[in-house]
């Protein structure tokens, strides 16, 4: 899963050659959506939908798809693939801020050090966003909006999990995200028109389709009902080694000191937070 989310910022910026932003993201959203729709379909025995789970449902679609991937095409259009790959580092961090809030947990001084440590490491990758990396302070804040959003997701997907199956939930995850995103995509070809895709965005939509939302996102939702939300959320930082050193082999982008160095407080902020976790969340989180 980490893998494929990885390269999904470069497959992105592919994209971005011949789609705008949120029409890349109800493409992906739809397809993926039907592919899911046909599988769950054909299961021998298929779990009762009811309306509490649909609310549940429209609600988890709305916030990790919707308002995630509004947030994260949009940024990166205006930010190098590297950058928002670090950026996205700050999911786990999020995660343990809102657990305390959500799930009633207390985080002790060990862990608020480390969330202040990378909370400094996103701040300092910001400071730089346009100096060196082809990055921009909006982008890179659009980025950040989108970590807060998937962070919620986190949060929200675990307690439905514990009951349905993953392709379940993400087979309507996805259904609803495609809902809710065609509004957005009307004033986005109203504003902004409808360019000529190329092979290359079409393969880059195709990757994020099959790749991202039907199998990563399978794999994740898969792993929540067994892995807490906080110890699964850390392997977010994996994506950002993947991506940069995509980002550097496909796209060409640079990657300096500077950045380097912030994406290494980010992630150790993270491991201190996350080091020696308690047992407990798992029973809180469900």
Same mark, same amino acid.
Request: charged letters at 10%; aromatic letters at 10%.
């Given at each position: 899963?980490?893998?494929?989310?990885?390269?999904?910022?470069?497959?992105?910026?592919?994209?971005?050659?011949?789609? /705008? #932003? =949120?029409?890349? %993201?109800? !493409? +992906?959203?739809?397809?993926?959506? &039907?592919?899911?729709? *046909?599988?769950?379909?054909?299961?021998?025995?298929? /779990? #009762? =939908?009811?309306? %509490?789970? !649909? +609310?549940?449902?429209?609600?988890? &679609?709305?916030?990790? *798809?919707?308002?995630?991937?509004?947030?994260?095409?949009?940024? =990166?259009?205006?930010?190098?693939?590297?950058?928002?790959?670090?950026?996205?580092?700050?999911?786990?961090?999020?995660?343990?801020?809102?657990?305390?809030?959500? =799930?009633?947990?207390?985080?002790?001084?060990?862990?608020?050090?480390?969330?202040?440590?990378?909370?400094?490491?996103?701040?300092?990758?910001?400071?730089?966003?346009?100096?060196?990396?082809?990055?921009?302070?909006?982008?890179?804040?659009?980025?950040?909006?989108?970590?807060?959003?998937?962070?919620?997701?986190?949060?929200?997907?675990?307690?439905?999990?514990?009951?349905?199956?993953?392709?379940?939930?993400?087979?309507?995850?996805?259904?609803?995200?495609?809902?809710?995103?065609?509004?957005?995509?009307?004033?986005?070809?109203?504003?902004?028109?409808?360019?000529?895709?190329?092979?290359?965005?079409?393969?880059?939509?195709?990757?994020?389709?099959?790749?991202?939302?039907?199998?990563?996102?399978?794999?994740?939702?898969?792993?929540?009902?067994?892995?807490?939300?906080?110890?699964?959320?850390?392997?977010?930082?994996?994506?950002?080694?993947?991506?940069?050193?995509?980002?550097?082999?496909?796209?060409?982008?640079?990657?300096?000191?500077?950045?380097?160095?912030?994406?290494?407080?980010?992630?150790?902020?993270?491991?201190?937070?996350?080091?020696?976790?308690?047992?407990?969340?798992?029973?809180?989180?469900?």
């Amino acid at each position: 899963m980490t893998f494929m989310f990885g390269l999904s910022f470069v497959a992105t910026k592919l994209a971005l050659r011949g789609f /705008e #932003p =949120l029409l890349i %993201a109800l !493409l +992906r959203f739809a397809l993926a959506g &039907g592919i899911l729709w *046909l599988l769950w379909r054909r299961r021998p025995q298929r /779990e #009762p =939908l009811t309306r %509490a789970d !649909l +609310r549940r449902l429209a609600l988890i &679609g709305f916030v990790s *798809l919707t308002v995630y991937f509004t947030f994260e095409n949009i940024g =990166l259009a205006h930010t190098s693939a590297s950058e928002a790959a670090i950026l996205i580092a700050a999911i786990p961090i999020f995660v343990n801020i809102l657990n305390v809030f959500t =799930l009633r947990e207390r985080n002790t001084a060990t862990e608020w050090a480390g969330i202040v440590l990378s909370f400094g490491g996103v701040v300092g990758l910001i400071e730089l966003a346009g100096n060196s990396g082809g990055g921009t302070l909006y982008g890179n804040l659009l980025v950040l909006a989108a970590s807060l959003s998937a962070a919620v997701y986190n949060v929200l997907a675990r307690r439905i999990l514990i009951r349905r199956s993953a392709l379940f939930v993400t087979t309507f995850q996805n259904l609803f995200g495609a809902l809710f995103m065609i509004p957005l995509v009307v004033v986005e070809v109203l504003v902004n028109g409808v360019r000529h895709p190329t092979v290359e965005a079409a393969a880059g939509v195709g990757y994020l389709t099959v790749f991202c939302s039907v199998l990563a996102y399978l794999l994740l939702n898969y792993g929540f009902r067994y892995v807490e939300v906080s110890k699964a959320s850390v392997f977010t930082n994996v994506v950002p080694v993947i991506a940069v050193g995509a980002a550097y082999v496909v796209l060409g982008e640079r990657f300096t000191g500077g950045q380097l160095a912030a994406a290494v407080v980010v992630v150790a902020g993270v491991w201190l937070t996350n080091r020696g976790g308690r047992a407990s969340r798992g029973a809180a989180a469900a």
